[in-house]
């Protein structure tokens, strides 16, 4: 289970209960709360912007 081997989060609920640290259920950074993820920025598709981060992005890694 990635959760027991490498802290990550997992959608499954019934998958709480094999948790082997159950502090790992109340930490946060792992398991935000409805309300954290309410009041969250989450990255969008920039839609037909990409392209000028995409020529902004070649420019950096050409110089």
């Known amino acids: 289970m990635a959760t027991n081997d ?5 959608a499954n609920t019934a998958a709480a209960e094999h948790v082997k640290d159950q502090a790992l259920l109340s930490n946060a950074a792992v398991y935000a709360s409805d309300e954290q993820v309410a009041d969250a920025d989450f990255i969008v598709d920039p839609g037909p912007a990409m392209k000028f981060y995409q020529d902004g ?5 050409a110089s």
């Open 6 to 10: 490498a802290g990550l989060a997992s």
């Open 57 to 61: 992005w070649t420019r950096v890694k």
